[in-house]
């Protein structure tokens, strides 16, 4: 209990710090006595750019990080991702529906996040409707269910690309790129309506995903009721992957390297991985997020882009360091 | 007295194939029943059967008075555990996890209280495993990962114990513990039903053998009552040579290619 205290003490303390340590980081020069004030450059950049992108951030990769974790566990594939079910894919296609018919044009991000949402949502019944149908649905069947929904999704979205406006072909192309934006705060709280209830319920039921994590077999015959467990496990999962989806576009490789990176460092019990997960998950995205928008200003890069740069080397890092400590 | 199970026509189809089939048994508390048969008999079957893991096409199983159908999972687990054979874990769980996951159906907070880990500790201590506690269990052998297998479904506490094939990586010094365990806990009142392909152990230990043939129950008895070499050619479709070792231990031998 206190190894799990520590550990959670040192997550809790990483992300406070990322929290106040990054809004201060930015290309504009900032006098500090100014933010407080209301009304000038400084305030509106500290409260109106840079903290909400924090904060986006922050609740952005918590959530890709613990969908990850769930998913990995619920398919016993170490290569599983939030995206593995076909959801954010579902999301992503619901927004280029939306730019493409100029729903995106008008209400700023209203437009855009319902249509991406909806496109969430309806992935998301067909994979719980898969799941609940038969008497068991493998892991294997959904895996594929997953590939083929996705293939789907990037078909219709290329065909729409090829026939809408240039200039909103391009919009599209900005979009699939993924990228932490400052929001309104009204979106950050809806956003909050979605992630943390649903990364509460996946907490709070650790235990059974440690079970499924063995297999379906072992975890009924512990006493789990795996056909509901795992239709909640699934609608947490893409609930936290779609919403998050729809605000940011699609960013790789966070739900998939800071899971492993911190299954290797902590152990695989979900009880301290989940919230682990999801604090380090967060982090790890506002700094990659302050580095994109830092390093090449005024240009900034798609947060996708550092993740994939930053997080591959050091999760090869920590993959040949584990392996020569094991054997 | 009134049997812990009660198997009536108990049938199971999978695909249009008849896994088991009209199968009768009584099982006792305090018995340790060995179930023998060839490849495909439906020895695991019936085990999940037992354990309400496998859905009846034909007939009922009773466990006390209730259908297994309608009890619910987690009551299921605290009477009745189960040991499949050899799990291949995906992520590295340590041997002191793994028997902890035995408690789950007892444990209703998120955390492991004194008692969970009182009955961890006294899974390890049986099977041998306090030495391995710490260990990742993906790197442990074979025997040793079936005796951690079944320390967790110790800690289950259940009064019926279903074992799949949980002897045969054991060594020889392995497999006489887990028998000699098992057959203390018959004498605190467990069933025990154990799937097994090693005719010998189950003479030595076995109070009642089943023997199964496609899908259904050929003989029941004894040991010594079921060490016939015409009962066994039948079933097995070789003919095994039964010895008597003191006049009451029957151990079968396999005969050599030409002979059979």
Known sequence: MSRYATILGLCIFISIAVLIICPLIGPTPMDWSKISTEGTLEAQIFWFARLPRVLLALLAGGALASAGVLFQALMRDALATPDTLGVSSGASLGAVVAICFGWADTARLGGLWTASLLGAGIVLLIVVGLSSSGRNVSSFTLLLAGITINSMCVAIMLFLQSVTSLGRSLAITRWLMGSVDAVEYRTLGLLSLFVLPASMVLIWRSRDWNLLAVGQGWASAKGLDTRRSLRLGYAAGSILAGSVTAITGPIGFAGLIVPHALRMLIGPDHRILLPAAFLIGGAFLAICDTIGRTIFSPAELPVGVITALLGGPFFLWVLTSRATIRS | ?260
């Open chain 2, 1 to 260: 007295m009134k049997p812990v199970y009660k198997v009536s026509g108990a049938g199971v189809t999978k695909a249009g194939r008849k896994l088991i089939d009209a199968v009768d048994l009584d099982l006792y508390a305090g018995e340790l029943v060995v179930v023998l048969g060839p490849n495909g008999a439906g020895k695991s079957t019936l085990l999940r059967a037992l354990a309400g893991l496998e859905a009846l096409s034909t007939g009922e199983i009773l466990l006390g008075s209730e259908a297994v159908s309608r009890i619910d999972r987690k009551e299921m687990a605290r009477q009745v555990a189960m040991v499949e054979p050899m799990l291949d874990f995906p992520f590295g769980y340590s041997v002191e996890q793994v028997v902890m996951m035995g408690r789950a159906p007892h444990m209703d907070s998120w955390f492991e209280g004194v008692e969970d880990w009182a009955q961890v500790d006294a899974a390890l201590t049986v099977m041998d495993c306090q030495p391995l506690r710490h260990r990742d269990y993906r790197n442990l052998s074979s025997g040793e990962k079936q005796r951690v297998l079944v320390a967790s479904a110790l800690a289950q506490q259940p009064c019926v114990l279903l074992l799949d094939e949980s002897a045969a990586f054991l060594d020889v010094r392995h497999q006489l513990e887990l028998f000699e365990a098992l057959k203390r806990l018959t004498l605190k009142g467990y069933l025990i039903v154990a799937v097994t392909h090693d005719w010998n152990l189950a003479s030595a230990w076995a109070s009642r053998i089943v023997l199964l043939k496609d899908g259904q129950v050929a003989a029941v008895g004894t040991p010594l009552e079921l060490a016939n070499e015409s009962l066994l050619l039948s079933v097995f479709g070789v003919a095994l040579k039964v010895l008597h070792v003191d006049g009451r231990l029957p151990v079968v031998l396999q005969p050599g290619a030409s002979s059979a």
